[in-house]
């Protein structure tokens, strides 16, 4: 089992505020990480796919780099609006030809208006 | 509309009484997922399928069993559910071809086993 780490685990931030969440893995075997939204009452949707060190990708406010060296990955929000309010997923994958994911317990953001 | 859809999203069974969640996907997506949610506990996968006819167990599988007898539908199957059955299920599903491609999932079913 590889574990997937998230810190912190919730947090509240005041609206207009910007923001990072952490996700540790293990560096060994890594091929990639995956970043989820999950809104409460609905289904997972994918932020970002990352595979490449030093990787960084951007959707709107939101973006994420990527250290596969030292196993770590970081989500930002800029900006945060009550709308971002949801728990944040990180998952690893380490194969190729499956698409077998490890998740973290993820960070709950509260954003207040 | 590209989606993942599972039945029940509700129920409350009893120890014993077999049951089958339904999976559905219309994205022709070769892989396809069961995990479960936790509180406390990230997602863990049961039993995942690469392909119709192929299927292999995940993290958690013990309790459970899946078929894939055709490409779009993957259903989990909980032959005498227990106690510790009750959870959050999610199935996913992506592109086989690349270990990159992300998962679209369903909108859950939340099960609990008296």
Same mark, same amino acid.
């Given at each position: ?5 998230q810190?912190?685990?919730s947090?509240h931030?005041? #609206?207009?505020?910007?923001t990072?969440? &952490?996700c ?7 091929y990639a990480?995956?970043?989820? =939204?999950? #809104? &409460?009452?609905?289904?997972? #949707?994918?932020l970002?796919?990352?595979t490449?060190?030093?990787?960084e990708?951007?959707?709107? =406010?939101i ?12 989500l930002?929000?800029?900006?945060s609006?009550?709308e971002?309010s949801?728990?944040?997923?990180c998952? =690893?994958?380490?194969? &190729?030809g499956?698409?077998n994911l490890?998740?973290?317990?993820? &960070? =709950?953001?509260t954003?207040i208006? | ?7 029940p ?10 049951l089958?969640v ?13 995990y ?6 990230g ?7 690469m392909?119709v006819?192929?299927?292999d ?5 013990e ?7 055709e ?13 510790n059955q ?9 592109t ?8 679209f ?9 008296l």
């Amino acid at each position: 089992i590889l574990n997937v780490e998230q810190s912190p685990q919730s947090l509240h931030v005041q #609206e207009g505020d910007s923001t990072n969440f &952490t996700c540790s893995f293990p560096s060994s075997n890594f091929y990639a990480l995956h970043w989820y =939204r999950w #809104e &409460t009452a609905k289904s997972p #949707e994918a932020l970002f796919v990352m595979t490449l060190n030093g990787d960084e990708k951007k959707k709107g =406010r939101i973006s994420a780099t990527l250290n596969t060296k030292e196993g770590y990955s970081y989500l930002y929000i800029k900006g945060s609006q009550p709308e971002d309010s949801a728990t944040y997923l990180c998952a =690893r994958n380490d194969q &190729t030809g499956a698409n077998n994911l490890f998740f973290g317990t993820g &960070t =709950r953001l509260t954003v207040i208006p | 509309e590209a989606q993942v859809t599972q039945n029940p999203r509700y129920l409350i069974t009893v120890t014993g009484k077999k049951l089958t969640v339904t999976c559905s996907q219309n994205m022709n997506h070769e892989y396809m997922s069961w995990y479960r949610q936790d509180p406390g506990l990230g997602l863990r996968q049961i039993y995942y399928s690469m392909n119709v006819e192929v299927t292999d167990k995940g993290d958690v599988p013990e309790g459970y069993k899946v078929s894939r007898k055709e490409k779009r539908n993957f259903p989990l199957i909980l032959e005498s559910p227990s106690p510790n059955q009750t959870s959050l299920y999610f199935c996913a599903s992506s592109t086989r071809d690349s270990s990159t491609g992300e998962l679209f999932f369903g909108e859950g079913s939340r099960l609990t086993v008296l």
